[in-house]
Every structure is written in structure tokens, then in C-alpha cells.
């Protein structure tokens, strides 16, 4: 039986498509679309929207929804010879009641269990059965969990192979005043280079033109510092060895037509995935890949504690 704890919404969203609303009693929200299984918001307890999603975001298959959190299976990018980024968001998912068995973290207030299993036409363009479920949840302090679960259901006794990210869309207030932590020093593939590998120099890094790096072998936890709101994104990720990172800047923006012009002032993606060593599952086998995204006040400004927080 559904407990008051673990309550969420069946609502429509925008174009009429399904969307699941979780909310907490502190008045944190985020919503997830059915179309992609696709995280579209998340609030904090004063409403704030904590993802970006794109002025010009078309909720139309099979068009993928411009920001929030794009899941990005069996195919990260061009890493293959599917269309970018994979099929998952741009397929219809399923709410699953009875899933099997996941811990359940005991700090959650709401979520919901979402479930994707190829169709005959998928199974043309990537012959493999798998089924991907997903578990959005909640917590009490208002943190938002991502839980993959990918198995492979393949009957012909064949193994296949993915690549993985869920591709988030940070809300930032000015794109020149944010900084990234947890990535310094690190290997990236850089895909404005031909994806030639460098290594990342000195200090966090911080943007002032077009960034699409892939950072290899990351750390699980990761902090986006976003001195003019006095916030952090602190990523926390599990399974997922890599972290993109991308912002589009002004020329690119004007090129993809569900980004607004001014958008790329206000978002960041910072992406937790499985990119430079593939997965591979063999029958019966499963992967599991967890996102847990918080958001917290920051005492920070440009490496440097805020005296003025410190004194309060
Ligand atoms: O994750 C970065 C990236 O792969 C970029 O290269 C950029 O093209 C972006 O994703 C958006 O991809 P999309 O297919 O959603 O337009």
C-alpha cells in the first residue's frame, strides 16, 4: 500500500504529456515527464527552480526535452552509430508499481519508480531486450536522487554494450560568476579538439567561452558554486566514473533551435556518466548508476570564506 511518505502526483504536463509530481512537505517539488523519464524541475522549499530548462524546450516527441535531467542510454553523443545521446529520452516510460527490491534511502519523502523495455522498432536500431528502471525520489532535506537500474534481458545469450550520463541542466545566475570543484588536475577529452585527451590545470574551473569536456575517472562528489546566489550543487554519483561538462556559450546557442539565444547565462550541465569505459552486461546481469543532487547554501566567494556569512 502507498504510504502518505512515498505520495506523487499523476498530472499533465505541458502538450498534454503525462508528468509525475513529488512533492515534500516543506514545499520542495520535482517533476518527471513520462515522455524520456525526464526530470523537468526541481524546487527548493521557497520555490526556486533548481534546473534550467530551455526557454525554447519543445515538449513534442520525438523531439527530447531541451534541459532538466535528459537520460542519455544505450549511447552517449555520437559514441556510437545511434541517433545522439541514445533512444531512452525520447521513448514513452512506464510508472512501475512493484518494482524489484531497491534500498530504499530512509530520508525519502517521495518517489517514483519508472520502467523502459524496448519496442519491436527499438529493437531494429539496437537488437538487445534490456529493461531500465529508474527511480526518482525526493528527500527530506529537499536532495534529489537518480537510480538506474539497467538489465540485460537479452534470450539469445548475447552481452551488449552502453554508454550512460544523466546530461543535467544546472540553473545558475550568471554563468561568469560560477566555478566547478572536484574536477582540477583531472584527464578530460575535449569534444571542441577531436576529443584529444588533455589534463586540466590549477585551480576549479570557471567559464568565459564554450566548455564540452569529458572528465575521466572523476571522484563521486563534485560542487558547482554559484557565488551570486550563495548556493552549491554538491553532485554526489555512484557507477558513473566520468563527469561532462558543458555549456553551449553564444555562438553554439544560436545554432541548436530549442535553445533560447540568452539561455547559456543561466545553466550549466554538469553531467555524472559512463562514457570512456562502456558497460557491459551479459544476460541476466544488471548495472546500477545513482545521481544525488543537492543544493546548499554557500559561504564561498571565489575560493574564499564570506565574512559576512561567517559572522551571521
Ligand atoms: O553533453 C554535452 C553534449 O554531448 C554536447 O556535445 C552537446 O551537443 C550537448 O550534449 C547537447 O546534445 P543534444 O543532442 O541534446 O543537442
Redesign the pocket.
Known amino acids: 500500500m502507498a504510504t502518505e511518505r512515498h505520495h506523487f502526483e499523476l498530472a499533465k504536463g505541458i502538450n498534454g504529456l503525462d508528468k509525475i509530481v513529488l512533492r515534500e512537505s516543506r514545499g520542495r517539488s520535482a517533476e518527471v515527464y513520462l515522455y524520456g523519464s525526464h526530470v523537468t524541475s526541481w524546487k527548493n522549499e521557497n520555490g526556486e527552480e533548481l534546473l534550467h530548462l530551455s526557454s525554447k524546450a519543445i515538449f513534442k516527441p520525438p523531439k527530447?526535452i531541451?534541459g532538466g535531467i535528459?537520460l542519455?542510454f544505450p549511447q552517449?553523443?555520437n559514441f556510437g552509430t545511434l541517433e545522439?545521446?541514445g533512444f531512452a529520452?525520447n521513448r514513452i516510460w512506464e510508472v512501475e508499481a512493484n518494482p524489484p527490491p531497491l534500498p530504499l534511502n530512509s530520508c525519502s519523502s517521495a518517489f517514483v519508480d519508472l520502467i523502459l523495455r524496448p519496442t519491436e522498432e527499438d529493437l531494429k536500431i539496437w537488437p538487445h531486450n534490456f529493461e531500465f528502471r529508474l527511480r526518482v525520489a525526493l528527500g527530506t532535506e529537499g536532495e534529489l536522487t537518480l537510480t538506474s537500474r539497467i538489465r540485460n534481458t537479452n534470450s539469445d545469450g548475447k552481452p551488449f554494450t552502453f554508454t550512460f550520463?544523466y546530461?543535467t541542466y544546472f540553473s545558475v545566475s550568471d554563468i561568469n560568476e560560477v566555478r566547478v570543484e572536484g574536477l582540477e588536475t583531472l584527464d578530460y577529452l575535449d569534444?571542441l579538439k577531436n576529443r584529444e585527451r588533455f589534463t586540466e590545470q590549477g585551480d576549479a574551473i570557471t567559464f568565459e567561452s564554450e566548455v564540452?569536456k569529458?572528465y575521466l575517472s572523476t571522484p563521486t562528489k563534485i560542487a558547482i558554486l554559484d557565488h551570486e546566489k550563495k548556493r552549491t550543487f554538491v553532485i554526489r554519483k555512484d557507477g558513473l566514473a566520468d563527469a561532462?561538462v558543458?555549456n553551449?556559450w553564444d555562438k553554439?546557442s544560436k545554432t541548436?533551435s530549442d535553445l533560447g539565444d540568452e539561455d547559456y547565462k543561466y545553466m550549466l550541465?554538469v553531467?555524472a556518466?559512463a562514457i570512456e569505459r562502456p558497460i557491459t552486461l551479459k544476460p541476466g546481469e544488471e548495472w546500477k548508476g545513482r545521481l544525488e543532487l543537492s543544493a546548499v547554501p554557500s559561504s564561498y566567494s571565489s575560493g574564499q570564506l564570506d565574512p559576512k556569512k561567517v559572522l551571521e
Open positions: 527530447p531541451r535528459p542519455c552517449f553523443s545522439s545521446h529520452r550520463a546530461h569534444n564540452d569529458i561532462v558543458w553551449p553554439k541548436i550541465c553531467e556518466a
